[in-house]
């Protein structure tokens, strides 16, 4: 067993488990270029007792439905989702697109379905607690310095493949201020982008939705078509940050979704 392995197995087993993830809801914030998260009640029980009545007296059941992009809410990005001049870790996308989703993709780049499990070291840089602040504002560029400051602060070191989580505060909104969480937000600017990816981890996460200041698209391209790093977005940080857990060990589970370019995700931290 590698030391990595028995690290996370001590951590596991003694740890607090810290939900990472926001809930879902017909009217949620999402990007405004984005379809509608619409969740429907579509059988319930009182009709579905008469449909069932002459095989299975008294039984009935309730089915809900679910219409929705794979990126309202806490969601989970593969390279293939964002690309610069159609291109993503230099391989052209559009020969891999089709409408039921990508096939036939080489194996520097994966559809969801092709993403493992992910059990990965986290580390939390708390932007705004290490800048004396609660939440950072609005509209604020997050720079390497501010990221080497909260590191040097905590006392982590990046490593590769870690999952690195940025905190802004911003995760607070998601469920009392759309408006806020959807146009003043804080996110990384392309230079703290690039310090990260230098880092090699093998997701960044963050929780607001767009991740960048000012240009959230380059921030993507960065990340995912540039470097192909993983990317988690509007995450909740709040109850990590408040305990301080500047390390833990974070799992992501991807839904397997055949040739898709993204999931809805409902990461956890141990600490």
Known sequence: MSDRAVEILNVIGHAKVYDLGQPYWSGMPVHPADPPFQFFLYRYHEHTKKLFDSIAPGFSDSIGLLVTSMHAGTHFDTPIHMARDLKSLNQDLTQFEQDKGYVG????????????????????????TSKGQDILPERYEITPEDLEKTSNLEGVNIEKDDCVLIRTGYSRFFTTDSDAYLHKYAGLGARATRWLAERRPSIVGIDNLAAGVPK????HNILLSDNGIFMMKSLNLEELGKDKKYTSVVVVLPLKIRGGEASLVRPVAFA
């Open 105 to 128: 993709l080489p194996p520097e780049l994966k559809s969801v379905d092709q993403v493992p499990p992910l059990v990965k070291r986290g580390i939390l840089l708390d932007v705004a």
């Open 216 to 219: 959230p698209f380059e921030i």
